[in-house]
């Protein structure tokens, strides 16, 4: 198996669209090393996510679009519709919206 620590500590978010996801270890890994997560809103990707990231519609991609920009635009509010939740997404990297050019 390939040693994913270094991708996890370079990586700025990670985002992923599954809708069959067993257990959900990436998204767990990302979180462990800081990084925001989006994620569908389906299998287990809820629970592995709790409060620690943003979820999207499944099969919705612009929701999932506008979750990921948020996130990047580094918004002190969350998007509509979604409640804040403590050590959500955009507080685990203090920072890292700053850090990026505009799009």
Same mark, same amino acid.
């Given at each position: 198996?390939?040693? %994913?620590?270094?991708?996890?500590? %370079?990586?700025?978010?990670? !985002?992923?669209?599954? !809708?069959?996801?067993?257990? $959900? ?8 090393? +800081?990084?925001?997560?989006? #994620?569908?809103?389906? #299998?287990? @990707?809820?629970?592995? !996510? +709790? $409060?620690?990231?943003? %979820? ?8 999932? #679009?506008? /979750? ?5 635009? +580094? ?9 804040? /939740?403590? $050590?959500?997404?955009?507080?685990? /990297?203090?920072?890292? +919206?700053?850090? @990026?050019?505009? @799009?």
């Amino acid at each position: 198996m390939p040693d %994913l620590e270094p991708y996890y500590c %370079l990586c700025d978010m990670l !985002v992923t669209a599954s !809708v069959h996801e067993g257990l $959900g270890m990436p998204v767990i890994e990302a979180m462990r090393h +800081g990084s925001p997560v989006v #994620a569908a809103a389906a #299998a287990a @990707l809820p629970e592995a !996510v +709790g $409060g620690g990231g943003l %979820l999207c519609e499944p099969l919705n991609p612009r929701d999932m #679009a506008d /979750k990921v920009v948020h996130l990047l635009r +580094g918004l002190s509010a969350p998007p509509p519709g979604v409640p804040r /939740k403590p $050590g959500s997404a955009e507080q685990m /990297k203090p920072g890292f +919206g700053r850090r @990026l050019s505009p @799009l």
